[in-house]
Nanobody, 130 residues
């Protein structure tokens, strides 16, 4: 069982920065995809940034050049560095993980489709005011 716990959210002014953290435990040796999603009131949950055990990193177009996703060397803390924040970035941010054993297929996996991920944190709120 994988447990995810986010932190680092808060209220900032437009143009400022925040760094979100997600501590993951319960991993065993496996392949994985981890990522950040966000959900604003009345909107669907959307993928923001993901990375996987093959080293592939993907960003939503709306955050490219402003957000950076990374994983610490120990492989148990996922970060999201958010720069030049905009009011439209305001949302609850969730950490997600999908873990599969070595040799399992990832064919057809869509890293920006929330239903693909089996593990979720409880979220951390980000509010950006203009």
């Amino acid at each position: 069982q994988v447990h995810l716990a986010e932190s680092g959210g808060g209220s900032v002014q437009a143009g400022e920065s925040l760094r979100l953290s997600c501590v993951a435990d319960g991993y065993t040796t496996s392949t994985y995809c981890m990522g950040w999603f966000r959900q604003a009131p009345g909107k669907e949950r959307e993928g923001v940034a993901t990375l996987d055990s093959e080293g592939s990193i993907k960003y939503a177009d709306s955050v490219k050049g402003r957000f950076t996703v990374s994983l610490d060397n120990a492989g148990n803390t996922l970060y999201l560095q958010m720069n030049s924040l905009k009011p439209e970035d305001s949302a609850m941010y969730f950490c997600a993980a999908e873990v599969r054993p070595y040799g399992a297929t990832w064919f057809g996996f869509d890293p920006f489709r929330s239903a693909e991920f089996g593990y979720w944190g409880k979220g951390t709120q980000v509010t950006v005011s203009s």
